[in-house]
């Protein structure tokens, strides 16, 4: 009984471990995507150099719509 508990707990912090693995690995492939959104967001606004709300705005939106394709794409 207690070697299916640990094979069990093991198995989980096997999967809790792939996960961090993959979230590690695309985190950069997060960072580029957010890039490129906020790129081509804030292409023609000339005060992208200063944090307005405006750039703060739209780079927070960017990080959310990369999550969600990164999302839909890991699944």
């Known amino acids: 009984m207690g070697e299916m508990k ?8 096997e999967r809790h471990d792939y996960e961090a693995r993959i979230k590690d690995r695309f985190a950069s ?21 200063s944090p307005s709300p405006r750039v703060v705005s739209v780079v927070g939106d960017a990080v959310a719509l990369a999550r969600m394709i990164l999302d839909r794409i890991v699944r």
């Open 29 to 49: 492939t997060l960072v580029i995507a957010t890039a490129i959104i906020a790129a081509v967001r804030l292409a023609k606004d000339e005060r992208v150099g």
């Open 6 to 13: 640990r094979a069990i707990a093991r198995e989980g912090q």
